[in-house]
Nanobody
Framework: QVQLVESGGGLVQPGGSLRLSCAASGFTFSAYSMKWYREAPGKERELVASVSSVGITNYADFVKGRFTISRDNAKNTVYLQMNSLKPEDTAVYYC????????WGKGTLVTVSS
């Protein structure tokens, strides 16, 4: 049974940093791309970053230069390092993978506020 479990969210001041983690289980993690999405209040869910099975990364324009996605295949975990956070980064962040179908974690809330 596939499970994606996010952690690491919280309240941070503008300009601060957070690192999100997503622990995956139930499939061959190293063989699949992993993605982070976010959903802000009143907005649609949007893609933040992705990392392929071989480590190729892509980012949404609004996070380029600030966020870094990475993966540790030995730990079946994908990370999202978020620096220079802005109030508009406030959202629930979701981990996603496709393994025969879409799988989503339950999300972790990131609030950027002074």
């Amino acid at each position: 049974q596939v499970q994606l479990v996010e952690s690491g969210g919280g309240l941070v001041q503008p300009g601060g940093s957070l690192r999100l983690s997503c622990a995956a289980s139930g499939f061959t993690f190293s063989a699949y791309s992993m993605k982070w999405y976010r959903e802000a209040p009143g907005k649609e869910r949007e893609l933040v970053a992705s990392v392929s099975s071989v480590g190729i990364t892509n980012y949404a324009d609004f996070v380029k230069g600030r966020f870094t996605i990475s993966r540790d295949n030995a730990k079946n975990t994908v990370y999202l390092q978020m620096n220079s956070l802005k109030p508009e980064d406030t959202a629930v962040y979701y981990c996603y993978s496709y393994y025969h179908r879409d799988y989503w974690g339950k999300g972790t809330l990131v609030t950027v506020s002074s």
